[in-house]
């Protein structure tokens, strides 16, 4: 019998170089050193807190449905009859909206037609972005720990990861550190801000010094401002409204984390608007659009009173405090975030020095499920990190307080 042959989709290039899927799964640390391909530290939490029927504090979603006339609103335009494709660029409505939101928020004043794009989600629009401005030979700077989905990106478009360090109590960028990491390769700068997973938010002064060190090496800066309603206490500064930021900057969001509706899939990006046309050529073949009813519906969600984005970030706050008071009952070091769903926690001081083993042992020893920072890193960051667990808290009062009662007794059971 004859042995069958790998399939060529899954070979190596042709040169011996990793094939397209191999640098995106390294980037995303899914691919061991043997060269087998593993599953996501999500979906590998996950499946443990539903065997051990374990409260799922790892992935970052929400338990509870958006506003209801949101959700209405999406009802009516299927029922309308619009179901069939968006504009490529996304519906007038949605994109009038976002530069409404902008001009209303932060004062940026943006042309809808040529300066706004709508994306399958922040995700599409970050897949996008790098894949139309950067590729080999380019360096992408992102801080330490990064969001998964950076790492496979930039690993896809075949440039190189590099990364400045965000460390412990407060996760804000060492400005030395950050100086020494841009390079004239740094094709773009990726600003996750308000920060997954640590919860930082970055102030003016960290904020301009992206810029000025942009500006110095002729880099593009992007930013991942999904959680920018999501703040308690320090206000969010979006990096376009910073001297000399401008006109080399790209803006992503979306209405998952705003308004609680992660499944609908809708993002945008703003900017310049030759960046936002070369973004759209990659874009146009990816999904093309989606999400129609959907894109009509959150474009009057972004119209809301002042008082719904007021009240969503407040109502989280003490959602987070509740959770907080747990770790810290377990014997936990806590990082209080200013922003975002996630609370960051330290395991050594109860003589753990593997958090990503605890990872997987926790939801059978407390019913209560995390996911490991290391994870969220290259090797030495992982090093760094190693002791830490991300939370999500972004879950019902009493699936809150029910979590922080077990994971209050963890010290009794290790």
């Not at 989600?121 to 139309?132: H, M, N, R």
């Not at 803006?251 to 310049?272: D, N």
């Amino acid at each position: 019998m004859t042995s069958t042959p790998r399939m060529p989709a899954l070979r190596d290039s042709l040169d011996g170089s990793p094939a397209p899927w191999q640098r995106t799964a390294a980037g995303a640390n899914l691919l061991g050193a043997d060269g087998n391909l593993g599953i996501t530290i999500f979906e590998e939490i996950t499946a443990l807190a539903g065997t051990h029927g374990a409260i799922n504090l790892g992935q970052g979603f929400p338990d509870e449905d958006g506003p209801a006339e949101i959700r209405n609103a999406a009802r009516k335009a299927i029922l309308a009859g619009m179901n069939q494709y968006a504009p490529g660029q996304g519906l007038p409505v949605l994109r009038e909206a976002i530069a409404e939101h902008q001009e209303r928020f932060y004062g940026l004043q943006l042309d809808p037609a040529t300066q706004v794009l709508v994306s399958t989600g922040a995700t599409e629009a970050i897949a996008s972005t790098l894949l139309a401005l950067t590729g080999p030979g380019d360096e992408v700077l992102t801080f330490e720990p990064f969001y998964d989905s950076y790492g496979a990106i930039i690993g896809l478009s075949g440039a190189a990861h590099t990364t400045a360090p965000l460390l412990a109590p407060d996760f804000l960028p060492d400005l030395d550190a950050l100086e020494a990491a841009f390079t004239d390769r740094t094709r773009v700068v990726l600003v996750n801000n308000p920060h997954n997973p640590t919860g930082a938010v970055f102030p003016a002064e960290v904020l301009q010094r992206i810029v000025d060190l942009a500006v110095r090496h002729n880099t593009v800066i992007v930013t991942d401002e999904v959680y920018e309603h999501l703040t308690f206490g320090p206000r969010h500064i979006p990096v376009a409204t910073l001297p000399g930021a401008a006109d080399r900057t790209i803006t992503i969001s979306s209405a998952g984390k705003t308004f609680s509706l992660t499944g609908w899939k809708i993002g945008w990006l703003s900017g310049p608007a030759d960046l936002v046309a070369a973004i759209r050529t990659i874009k146009t073949f990816l999904t093309y659009s989606s999400g129609t009813p959907f894109q009509a519906a959150i474009a009057g969600g972004l119209r809301m009173d002042d008082s719904f984005f007021t009240d969503i970030a407040g109502t989280l706050r003490a959602k987070r405090n509740v959770l907080s008071a747990g770790l810290q009952a377990a014997g936990l070091d806590v990082f209080q975030p200013q922003g975002t769903y996630f609370v960051n926690a330290d395991v050594a001081p109860l003589g753990i020095t593997d958090a990503t083993d605890l990872a997987r042992r926790l939801p059978g020893l407390v019913g209560v499920a995390a996911i490991p920072v290391a994870m969220f890193c290259h090797p030495e960051g992982a090093e760094r990190t190693r002791t830490l667990l991300r939370f999500a808290f972004c879950k019902r009062f009493d699936v809150l307080q029910e979590a922080a009662e077990r994971i209050s007794r963890l010290g009794e059971v290790l």
